[in-house]
């Protein structure tokens, strides 16, 4: 076998693990209650829950499940005055449902599915949130994060959820919504907070908080790490292993201007997991009608081959931000952002393009490859504040936005890897072919793999501007309005063996928003809205498929913005002295102007969808020691003109018109809550139903619905050390959280136990 393979640059997480399990391990619990003991003296404080730490402060509640404000000031009002859908999952959650991924921390928050990747898609994070794909609409501290990535959250505060329309908060895309993670910062006070997680399937997780305050506490600085290796639970082979540093560095603090420098890093090197194939409704099946994934009669199996398979990621981040009161009612803030991540992958996909599963039980390891590195740097102006003007208060916020992307794709050359029939007699074809019923990961791999440096570089530059505005009407009617103006110039060059082809796109957009809310009383608010959005061609800069004619060689196409709009009615009330927020909403969201295939390599702007909603949640204290976090979603999706069904350019038979839409379920749930059994003991759970979710627009491939329970218990051992336990699929339930829509879907974890020890002080 011949091999040539890039590596990403790594350092060795293997050093970072060992230094950290070792201060972790240098003292025995006793030693840290007694040093934590020690501290009584500095002073009483309240405790703050940081993932599998804490750290103390003299702030509000932060054990609390509700959240009143978002972190951004483009919510230029408090949640329950926002009209429109904003959920956060704040600290708390992550660290009582023991989330240690972005897709742990949203199975807590429903009308959100994570679609699979592949070569073209890139491996990670594919977010669907009300039906529509939000693969490019993730946001750090409010800036966008390109770039596919399987996100962590060490160094997450909280994660907010925006849904329904939003590009004139930020800008191109965002037709179902957006999220934007909330990073951990310097704080006022000097804390370290510590913990280690031990659990199944060989799961190791270290993780250390510390925060420090320096120039008579005008300045602190804060540093995280993170190790996290595991195996995964009713999967064979398959394993995960990353670490992660995020130091951060704030002066000024409690000063009218104050300077923020941080730096993020993460790493991985996992042996990926392939999935399982769909199988056919028919022993004579040569088409998918209606048909699920198939195992072959063992959940276990995995497809890929260890000899043969990797996926090692890397990203770096580094921010620098200025922050200063112009007075008491105006804020400057100008943040200028460098990032950089890279994907390094050879994965099996299990194909049934000859259905060799159907025919003869077997099937084809199909190789996807993938070289990618994105960059892009970001300056984003603001200047927020508030003031009075014909007689009616003004909650303001408006900026400049300047964004520069490059996205360079290439992959390996891979041989062989053409399709074969997988038939009994022709044996695994050296490595390419396998059983359904009985695959060997350990098969060795025959062929050849050697890096194809022609590709795709694409370049993207957009320059936004806009305006937000809560206009206080009298104390029970507010006005909330929003402009966003966009340019949007991408360029696409692929290098072949026969040349260079090159396609130009440049777009300009308007987007707007506005809410009318009306305040029965001062805890509550009835609000309608109408939001827009624009997707334009090339929107993914190269990281993903996004119907997009840039990428699919098309010889003819319209390459006009995608328009989504949406209606929306809702209510928020703050109850229980304030203490638990409920929400629910009514909404209609169409998109119009969808590019779709109406001939060979011919696109054009005529496709529509639209998805009618209704959307509930819980987030709070129901009593001092009760609190939930919940939420109920029902999606009813509809494909209204589809085109013709084909990919990359390539007409297939037949219509989705009318059918549903693609990881668009039409009920999902999710129940968290805990209880304080007394001061020291708590106790909790979940259970998340998701519905049968549709991996194609033909309606074809599907995975089942699916519910799954949680639970756990925490312990304070001392004032300054805590137990914690998790189960995780409680039941063992087999189901499906990724649906792909041709050959495979993505089996969740079986059921998982973890044990966290956490110490702060």
């Not at 999967?235 to 560095?249: E, I, K, M, Q, T």
């Not at 505005?469 to 072949?496: C, M, Q």
């Not at 379920?665 to 909790?684: A, E």
């Not at 137990?723 to 041709?742: H, M, P």
């Amino acid at each position: 076998m011949s091999r040539t393979i890039t590596k990403i640059p790594a350092s060795s997480p293997r050093m970072l693990a060992s230094a950290i399990g070792v201060a972790l391990s240098a003292s025995s619990v006793a030693h840290l209650a007694q040093a934590a003991e020690d501290t009584e003296q500095k002073g009483q404080r309240n405790s703050i829950s940081l993932g599998a730490t804490s750290i103390t402060g003299e702030e509000q509640d932060n054990t609390s499940y509700q959240v009143e404000k978002a972190s951004s000031q483009k919510y230029t009002a408090p949640l329950v005055d926002t009209p429109r859908s904003v959920t956060v999952v704040p600290q708390q959650v992550l660290k009582d449902t023991a989330a240690t991924s972005l897709q742990d921390a949203l199975r807590t928050v429903p009308g959100i599915t994570f679609g699979a990747g592949e070569g073209g898609n890139p491996q990670g994070d594919r977010p669907f949130i009300r039906g529509f794909d939000a693969q490019g609409d993730t946001y750090l501290d409010g800036v966008r994060d390109t770039g596919g990535q399987s996100r962590e959250i060490f160094d997450i505060e909280s994660i907010e959820v925006s849904k329904g329309p939003n590009s004139s908060f930020g800008g191109r895309g965002s037709a179902g919504g957006s999220l934007n993670l909330v990073s951990k910062t310097p704080q006022a006070r000097d804390f370290t907070n510590g913990g280690f997680t031990y659990g199944s399937d060989q799961t190791r997780r270290y993780a250390l908080d510390v925060n420090r305050q320096f120039l008579d506490d005008s300045a602190a600085f804060r540093l995280n790490l993170m190790s996290h290796e595991q195996n995964v639970a009713g999967r064979d082979a398959v394993n995960y292993d990353r670490w992660g540093v995020a130091p951060s560095l704030t002066f000024g603090l409690g000063t009218p201007t104050r300077v923020n420098l941080s730096y993020y890093h993460l790493e991985s090197n996992d042996l990926p997991d392939s999935g399982i194939p769909y199988g056919y409704g028919s022993s004579t099946a040569t088409a998918h009608a209606h048909d699920k994934p198939n195992d072959g009669g063992d959940s276990n199996n995995f497809y890929g081959l260890k000899d043969r398979d990797f996926r090692k990621t890397r990203a770096d981040i580094s921010t620098f931000s200025i922050e200063h009161d112009l007075n008491d009612t105006m804020t400057l803030k100008n943040t200028l952002r460098h990032g950089s991540t890279g994907q390094d992958y050879i994965l099996t996909q299990p194909d049934d393009s000859k259905f060799n599963v159907n025919r003869f039980g077997t099937v084809w390891r199909r190789a996807n490859s993938r070289v990618s590195t994105t960059t892009t740097t970001t300056n984003q102006t603001d200047l927020f504040g508030s003031f009075q003007a014909l007689g009616f208060k003004h909650s303001y916020s408006t900026g400049l936005e300047f964004t520069g992307e490059e996205t360079r794709v290439s992959s390996y050359t891979i041989s062989p890897n053409a399709n074969p029939i997988c038939t009994v007699a022709k044996g695994s074809l050296g490595g390419q072919c396998t059983s359904l019923s009985n695959p060997n990961p350990d098969d060795a791999w025959t062929g050849s793999i050697a890096r194809n440096y022609y590709g795709t570089t694409t370049k993207a530059t957009s320059r936004g501007a806009y305006v937000f505005d809560t206009i206080e009407l009298d104390p029970k009617w507010l006005l909330n309005v929003g402009l966003r103006y966009d340019t949007f110039d991408t360029v696409a060059n692929t290098d072949s063996a026969t040349g260079r082809s090159k396609i130009k796109e440049d777009s300009q957009f308007f987007n707007w928003q506005a809410g009318l809310v009306w305040k029965p009383v001062e805890n509550a608010s009835i609000y309608a809205s109408y939001a827009t959005s624009a997707t334009p061609a090339g929107g993914l800069v190269g990281e993903g498929s996004d119907g997009n004619p840039l990428s699919a060689g098309a010889a003819t196409s319209d390459l006009q913005p995608e328009e989504t709009v949406n209606y929306e009615l809702g209510t928020k009330w703050d109850l229980f002295h304030d203490r638990l927020s409920l929400t629910a909403a009514v909404f209609r969201t169409e998109k119009k102007n969808t590019r779709i295939l109406v001939d060979a390599l011919t696109y054009q702007n005529a496709g529509e969808s639209q998805v009618d909603g209704v959307e509930l949640s819980a987030s709070g204290k129901i009593t001092d020691q009760w609190q939930v976090f919940a939420g109920y979603s029902y999606l009813d999706s509809e494909l209204v003109k589809s085109g013709l069904n084909g990919r990359n350019g390539v007409v297939s038979s037949g219509s989705s018109k009318g059918n549903q839409m693609p990881n668009t379920p039409k009920n999902t749930f999710s129940l968290w809550t805990t209880y304080d059994v007394t001061s020291k003991l708590t106790i909790g759970g979940g259970a998340f139903y998701v519905d049968q979710v549709y991996g194609d627009a033909g309606n074809t491939v599907y995975v089942p619905s699916y519910t799954r329970y949680d639970a756990m218990a925490s312990y304070k051992l001392t004032k300054n050390v805590d137990l914690q336990l998790n189960v995780q699929n409680l039941t063992d339930k087999l189901y499906y959280d990724k649906a792909f829509s041709t050959h495979f879907a993505n089996q969740a974890a079986g059921r998982t136990a973890l044990l966290t020890t956490s110490f702060h002080f």
